[in-house]
């Protein structure tokens, strides 16, 4: 039996259901020319949002494809957690008949999503100034390392290197951990996000006002506004006020603390929380302390803040210390690891770990919506495609004959595999 999805959830629809969904991007035709993570991501959320997306594949298919584990050949890990609700056209772009092909497709499209480098795009004749002739609706979504209005233009870019280039190593080594990496594609995911907050907002535009546009989401300003809110700090002023950096999460301190059996995160926030856990601890004294009882207080001695906490966390057990806490509404965290949240009973209770079967890898397990809504948003309609899938059908859409398709095929211009992805 399969387990609930989230489009089981209250304010999903299930995938039996057919005709109108009531989605908040039905109707709206994305074309993907993206691979790896950030595109494929932004354009998996727009899918899920009830977008058609179509991803436009070269003939070798997305990288994420090769990645392990696998089961088989083209269907990485990473792919099919990048790349549910779409439709995949395996086409070469280089040969006439291809590129023709994606422009055909563009012209009928509201949102083309691109990770490719300007210069490439525009020896393609797929810059925005070569195509909004013919589609003056579209919405153009480039999305690359660097704004192409810096001198950084054109620079290959990377998660690591972004994440490298933004402060965020730099921020791990002020606070004590050593400069190194996020264990997660943290930049591709930031940058995803705010693509997707992009495409909307112009498509709302699009609505209010007509009209498509040029966007362009570049991986280092997108993860320097995502760094540097709280940690501008001093430099927020003019001359400065004080050391750039926020020096709460800067503290080395800043570490979920030994119990007597475990680890856990504590952390008091408000005003009145600290005067419950100094009481809790039997140390109502400071919550009358100036040097503890204010936030203000409590930023000029964190390190004494952090010492008490230290010192009093391995007189009890995890699961003490969590009754307690939780008894006197005082924020507290559980240190999982990656293995503890597919039993975690919220999330099960919140079916983020769907199964489905696959018509080619057999059962898997993907990740669920994190938001419910009153009325239909997110819903899985497809699961991640087999290279070339659509291939045929996106390529009849377009106006091209079977005799043409097939010709493309022999050639080695497309890859039709014509495997159909229920949702089951």
């Not at 999805?5 to 109108?20: F, V």
């Not at 899918?47 to 070269?58: F, L, M, N, S, T």
């Not at 320097?224 to 020096?247: I, R």
């Not at 597919?342 to 489905?356: N, Q, V």
């Amino acid at each position: 039996m399969t387990s609930p999805g989230p489009e089981d959830e209250p304010g999903h629809h299930t995938p039996a259901q057919s005709g109108a969904t009531g989605q908040p991007l039905e109707g709206v035709r994305v074309i993907e020319m993206a691979t790896l993570g950030m595109g494929p991501l932004a354009a998996q959320s727009l899918g899920d949002y009830g977008a058609e997306v179509i991803k436009v594949e070269p003939i070798a298919g997305d990288l994420f494809r090769q990645t392990t584990p696998r089961r088989s050949e083209g269907m990485g890990h990473t792919f099919l957690q990048f790349n549910r609700n779409k439709k995949s056209l395996a086409v070469d772009v280089k040969s006439e008949r291809g590129i023709d092909l994606v422009r055909r497709l563009i012209r009928g499209a509201d949102v083309l999503l691109s990770n490719t480098r300007s210069p490439s795009m525009a020896r393609l004749g797929l810059d925005y100034v070569s195509l909004r002739g013919d589609n003056p609706e579209l919405i153009y979504c480039a999305c690359y390392g660097f704004s192409d209005l810096g001198p950084y233009a054109g620079r290959p870019a990377a998660d690591d290197t972004i994440q490298a280039m933004s402060g965020l190593v730099d921020l791990q080594a002020k606070a004590g951990g050593g400069a190194h990496f996020t264990a997660s594609v943290v930049a591709d995911k930031v940058v995803a996000m705010t693509i997707v907050n992009a495409v909307m907002a112009a498509l709302m535009r699009r609505m209010k006002h007509g009209g498509g546009q040029f966007l362009e989401v570049p991986m280092f300003e997108s993860m320097v506004a995502f760094v540097m809110p709280e940690h501008m700090a001093g430099k927020t002023y003019e001359p400065l006020q004080g050391a750039v950096g926020y020096s709460r999460l800067l503290n080395p301190n800043r570490i979920p603390f030994p119990t007597r059996d475990g680890l856990l995160c504590v952390l008091p926030y408000t005003d009145k929380q600290w005067s419950r856990f100094f009481t809790l601890i039997g140390r109502s004294d400071l919550a009358d302390s100036p040097d503890y009882a204010t936030l203000e207080g409590r930023g000029r001695n964190i390190e004494a803040v952090y010492a008490i906490i230290r010192s009093v966390l391995p007189s009890k057990t995890t699961a003490e210390w969590i009754a307690l806490l939780a008894e006197n509404d005082i924020l507290y965290g559980e240190v999982n690891s990656v293995e503890d949240l597919f039993s975690d009973p919220h999330l099960t209770a919140r079916a983020m770990f769907p199964e489905y079967d696959h018509p080619t890898e057999g059962r898997i397990r993907l990740i669920g919506y994190p938001v419910t809504s009153s009325e239909p948003a997110t819903r899985l309609r497809h699961l991640p495609p087999a290279l070339g899938a659509h291939s045929a059908e996106i390529a009849r859409m377009a106006g091209l004959s079977d005799e043409t398709i097939a010709v493309m095929v022999a050639a080695g211009e497309l890859v039709d595999s014509a495997i159909q992805d229920p949702v089951r």
